[in-house]
C-alpha cells in the first residue's frame, strides 16, 4: 500500500477534516435551513425596524442600510465565532476527538479546515439572509458597502475566529458543560461593539475597553462608510492591530488550555 | 521466580530494528491518586502484547499516555524508535488506535468515514483500501449506511477498519471485543489474527477477555494499582501461578492471593 511522504502541512488532511464537516453540513436540509434562519430572522426583524424608522429619523432615512448592513456583519462575526466552535463540539458529541489527535493531523492542520468549514456555514448563512434582504427590502449589501465589504467581512470572520479558538479551549478543559458559551459568550461583546449605535454612545469609562475589540472599529468604519460616504483607513488599520493581538490571544489561549487539557487527561473523557 | 520485569517481552529478533515500544520510568498521578507508578517494559517487534489488570490498574492511563493523549509526569516513551511526543508525527502515521469508549462519527457513513481517514493517514489510493478493508472485515454491504445506524458488531468492525486503514506497523487495542456477542467477539480475533499474520505488525492491546487474550497474545504484561506486576507468556504465567486458565491467574491478581 503506497502512503505519501509525511509533509509539515498536508493539504489531503486539512481537506479530510473540511470533508467531514462538509459531509454533515451538506447532507442534510434541516441543518443547511438552520444555517440561514437565525441571519434571515435577525435580517427581517431589523430590515422592518428600519422602514419603520425612515418615517421618523432623518439619520436613518439617510443611511438606511444601517441596521441591515449592521445585523449582517453582526451575523458573520457570531456565526464565523459557531462555525469554529460547532466543528469542535461535533467531534465531543461524537466521542471522537481523540481519533483525530492520535492520527497524524497536526493542530494547526485541524485549524485551518475548521476555519475554511466555519467560512463556508458564514457564506451560506449570511449570504443567503443577505440575498433575502433584496426582494424583501430592496437591499444590496454589497452595493450598500461597496468594496469595503470585503474587508469588514474578513476582519470580523477572523475575530469570530479568534472567539471561536477561546472558546474551543475553555470546552476542552472544562469539559460540555461549558458549551453554553458557545452559543452565548460572544455576546457579551455585542453592546461593546456598537454594533447598531457609535461607541460615544456607551459610558466613558467603557469605550476604551470597546475600542480593544476589532469589531468597534469595523462597526464603526460601516457607520462612516455609509453615512458619511467614505472609507476611514485609520479605523480600519486599528481593527487590524487589535485583531492581530485577538488572533494571537486566541491562538495562545487554545494551546494552553489544550496542553492543560492533555495533561489532564481530559482528551479522553470528552464526550457527551 | 520474579521475573525481571524490564526486559524485552520477547527478545526481537536479531539486527538493528528498534523495539516497538520501549518505555521506562513511566509515571502519571492524577492529584493523590497515583494512576501510573514508574513503568519500565519493552516490547519488540511483530509480537501481540497484552496488557492485563483489574479496573483502575492503569491500563488506559497507560495506552493514553503511549499514544500521546495524556502527558506523563515523568519517565520516557519510544514508539517504533522515536520518541514521544516530540517525535509524535514520525511516528503517528505508522501507528493506529481503537477503543470502544471512542467513537467515529455516527452520521457520516462507513465510506465517507474511512475516506476521512485514509486522506489523514495520507494514503494515494483510499478507494482501493477502503475496498480491501470491506472485504476483509465483511464490510461490503455497510459501506454506505451511516455508521450510527449499525448494530455494534458492525460498528466494532468499522473501528476496526479505521484502525487498520493505514496498515499500522503498531496497534493499539483498548478492549477491542468489549460489548460483542462471543460469535460477533471471535470473528473479530479471526480478522485481528489473519490481518497481523499477513501483516506481521505489533499488537499492544489492553483487555478485560481472558480467553482473548489467551487467544492472541504471545505475552501478557500484568498491572496492579498502576505497576508492572509480572509478565510472561500465557503459558508462563499459567505455570507460574498453578493455574489452568488465565481468567484464574487474574483473580489471584486482582484479589491480592499472591505477593509480588
Redesign the interface.
Known sequence: MSRSRPLLLSLRRIRAIFRRHAYLVFASWPRLLELVYWPAVQMTLWGYLTLFLQQESSLVARASGLFLSAVLLWDTLFRGQLGVAICFLEEMYARHLAHLFVSPLRPFELLIAVFAISLVRVLIGVGGAALLAVPLFGFVLPQALGWALVPFFAVLVMFGWAIGLIIVGLVLRLGLAAESLAWGAIFFLQPISGVYYPIQTLPSFVQPLAWCLPSAAIFEGMRTVLVQGRFDPQLFLWAIAMLALWLVGGALTFLALFRSARRLGLLMQVGE | MIPDLARPALRPSKGVIAPAIEVSGLE?R?GAVVAVAGLDFVVPRDRTVALLGPNGAGK??TI?ML?????PDRGTIRLLGHEMPKSR??V??R???S?P????????TVR?NL???A???????PAQ?IKQLAAMLDLDDLLDRPVGKLSAGQKTRVHLA?ALI??PELLFLDEPTASLDPDSADRLRGHLERWRAARGATIFLASHNMAEVERLADEVLLMKQGRLIDRGSPHELLARYGRRTLEEVFLDVARNRRQW
Open positions: 502519571k492524577f488506559t492511563t493514553a499514544l500521546g493523549l495524556l502527558e508525527y514520525s503517528l502515521p501507528v493506529n488506535f477503543s469508549y471512542l467513537d467515529l462519527p455516527l452520521r457520516l465517507q475516506r476521512v481517514y486522506d489523514l493517514y495520507g494514503l494515494e489510493e483500501r479505521k493505514n496498515d
